[in-house]
């Protein structure tokens, strides 16, 4: 009887193990790399204008589906810099701590809609393939490009977007801090160099197309705006990483497996390892 019982507790042992690898260890990294918190995008402030064709397929709910996507989406930003620097997942919830700081992280900001910084390319040597003269004629579109957005300043004022006309193509959702401070008391206490906040996820169709539903070549935009800070509540880099899959997909679990790692690559060669 002894022996049955012990190969029960064996063997659910061993099953708890095989699904909770999917998790990893979400403080694995080397000591002598740099740290950062990696913070998932707030329940919130989440788009999917394609969440009906994904619930008809698997019977997921709205809730369900956003979650799905925010794990993911935090999976695979920990496999991707788990081999260049110290990273601290507050998506798992473990411990009542972490809990406590994205609640506190989520209470003390708020957002706003701003011109991306321009992404660092995934190859850099191809920069460095052009020429002078090309290279100027980019920093002058650049800073035009800067000066026509300050002109247009918009922002979220009570959940509404407020600011003159303009295309949000080239913007993403910010994030502002009210309490810097809360940042230096978690850096300090989780001994972090930055913190890096995935500030919104969405899926977007392009409406503008008055013939996108007879068109099979019609696309939806996933975008993912991110924010790089330092431990000072400094912007380090905040932009977006984005990926075009086609409109009428509705397997979310192709969605991440065919489309996040593009856009994972783009946002994490922004980062200073």
């Known amino acids: 009887m ?25 403080n694995s990294g080397n000591s002598n790399t740099k740290k950062v918190l990696l913070v ?3 329940p919130r402030i989440y788009l999917n204008d394609a969440t009906a064709i994904m619930a008809a397929k698997d019977g ?10 925010r794990y993911q989406l935090n999976l695979q930003l ?10 601290i997942s507050l998506f798992t919830d473990n411990t009542r701590q972490d809990q406590d700081d994205i609640d506190q992280l989520y209470s003390i900001i708020s957002y706003e809609l701003v011109l991306a910084m321009k992404n660092n390319p995934e190859n850099p040597e191809d920069t460095e393939k052009k020429g002078f003269i090309a290279r100027k004629r980019e920093e002058k579109a650049e800073q035009q490009r800067r000066e026509e957005a300050a002109n247009y300043k918009t922002h ?10 303009q295309s949000t193509e080239d913007m993403y959702l910010n994030i502002v801090f009210h309490q810097p401070e809360v940042l230096a008391e978690i850096a300090k206490r989780r001994d972090i160099n930055y913190f890096l906040f995935i500030n919104h996820f969405e899926i977007k169709g392009n409406y503008g197309d008055p013939y996108l539903s007879g068109n ?3 696309e939806r935009t996933i975008k993912v705006h991110f924010s790089l800070y330092n431990t000072k509540g400094e912007l380090i880099h905040g932009s977006f990483g984005e990926a075009k899959i086609p409109f009428n997909l509705d397997d979310k679990q192709e969605i991440a497996n065919l489309y996040f790692p593009e856009i994972i690559r783009q946002i994490i060669h922004n980062i200073d390892f």
């Open 2 to 26: 002894k022996k049955t019982a012990s190969f029960i507790v064996a063997s659910i042992l061993l099953i708890t193990g095989i699904y909770a690898q999917d998790y990893l260890d979400f």
């Open 40 to 42: 998932p995008f707030d």
């Open 60 to 69: 997921d709910t709205h809730d369900e589906i956003m979650q799905f996507f």
């Open 216 to 218: 099979s070549k019609a």
């Open 156 to 165: 979220i004022e009570n959940g509404e977007l407020v600011g003159k006309r």
């Open 78 to 87: 920990y496999n991707a810099m788990m081999d260049s620097c110290t990273i």
